[in-house]
């Protein structure tokens, strides 16, 4: 292998595939990324895989000599991102003599304008192949859509890896597009993202899987740094594959059952109020210093004789803290008690100027919804609180 390259495209797709190497590797060979210099398209491939995710991606090169190699991810990425702008080359000293690999694995030298460097890498037999999807379905979906409905899900997955399914969200097909679902067990998620025909090219399968959070979150940064407006995706019972442009994204999929969350969702409300975000978003994140040192607790109520909410703590030995915002209200007077981060991490995803919020009784589920093109539902369980 021998190639030129710009500093800038090798360490900003380092950094791209470097997100799926494994921080545990079973074996020395995944915590390598895999290069793949193609003389005959004049392209570098990059690819890591910690054998639940792996990411690929490619950009131009002059290849003089193509030829596969691993090289440890953390050693290449932290040299080349501390290395000037400009040109590098990259060789492994393969075409100047027949055996380039000893015990110690194959050297392999970069240079830039003043300076150079060498590393030991390993061949690429040894590499896992990225999964391909031969027989499972596929679709070609907006990626607008895709980012919308991500950014405005996923905060709500579960972190906590013991609970594995609701580390996920939910993908599913609907009449007219696609949803989105996420839930940690006190809070759910529901975004649904119209599939325009312009967006969308032939009929969607019958998408019903869930994906690991971790692998999402990688799809809204690839995307954004792209400019694909349709993605492809291939899924099979264990896998799903996202492709666009130069890039792609394989991960495996959650196998166990969903909850069946659309039956938590309440069909009529006792209480209505509907406010303006920002306002309530500023007052919960001040009310919030206070919570914070307590129980991440505030109280809610509800009064509709000020057409108004007021927000309330009350921590002992800490302080207190009170908070009144304008609102429209229909329904009796209630006094109702959140966890204050579950409500700011849902307002910040939404970015209507309104939202409605709706609840019947001080225990049963509250519905946040944006007043505005985005079709969403947050659902946040009332936290209960002695007298």
């Not at 979906?141 to 972190?159: D, P």
Request: charged share 20%; hydrophobic share 40%; aromatic share 4%.
């Amino acid at each position: 292998m021998k190639l030129v390259c710009t500093q800038s495209n090798l360490s900003s797709h380092l950094s791209l595939v470097s997100r799926a190497v494994s921080s545990r590797p079973s074996h020395p060979i995944l915590a390598n990324v895999l290069l793949n210099a193609d003389q005959a398209t004049q392209r570098v491939s990059l690819s890591a895989f910690d054998l639940s995710l792996g990411i690929q991606t490619s950009f131009p090169a002059q290849v003089t000599t193509g030829g596969t190699l691993t090289i440890p991810a953390k050693l290449l990425g932290d040299i080349v991102s501390r290395l000037p702008e400009g040109e590098l080359a990259l060789d492994d000293g393969a075409h100047d003599r027949s055996g380039n690999e000893d015990e110690g694995g194959i050297l392999v030298t970069l240079k830039y304008a003043s300076g150079k460097y060498q590393m030991r890498g390993l061949g690429a037999e040894e590499f896992p192949e990225l999964p391909m999807i031969v027989d499972g379905d596929s679709a070609q979906l907006s990626a607008e859509a895709m980012i919308e409905g991500l950014r405005s899900a996923l905060f709500a997955a579960s972190g906590d890896e013991t609970k594995q399914v609701l580390t996920g969200v939910h993908l599913s097909v609907q009449d007219d597009g696609l949803e989105f679902a996420a839930t940690d067990g006190h809070r759910l998620a529901v975004v649904q993202t119209v599939a325009h025909p312009d967006d969308v090219s032939g009929a969607l399968p019958k998408l019903d899987v869930t994906v690991p959070a971790k692998a999402l979150q990688e799809v809204i940064k690839m995307l954004d740094r792209g400019s694909s407006s349709t993605v492809a995706v291939k899924f099979d019972p264990g896998q799903i594959v996202f492709e666009w442009a130069e890039q792609r994204l394989t991960s495996r999929l959650l196998e166990a059952q969903y909850p069946n969350y659309r039956q938590l969702i309440p069909r009529q409300f006792a209480h209505n109020v509907t406010i303006d975000r920002k306002g309530l978003l500023s007052g919960l994140e001040r009310i919030s210093v206070i919570a914070d040192q307590h129980n991440n607790i505030v109280k809610m109520s509800i009064m509709p004789e000020s057409q108004s909410i007021s927000l309330s703590v009350d921590a002992q030995d800490v302080g207190s803290g009170q908070e009144t915002i304008a609102a429209q209200i229909t329904g009796e007077g209630m006094d109702v008690a959140f966890n204050v981060k579950y409500l700011i991490e849902g307002l910040k995803v939404i970015n209507t100027t309104e939202i409605q919020i709706q609840l019947n009784t001080p225990t049963s589920p509250a519905i946040l919804s944006p007043l505005g093109s985005l079709k969403m539902t947050y659902l946040v369980m009332p936290v209960q609180v002695r007298s």
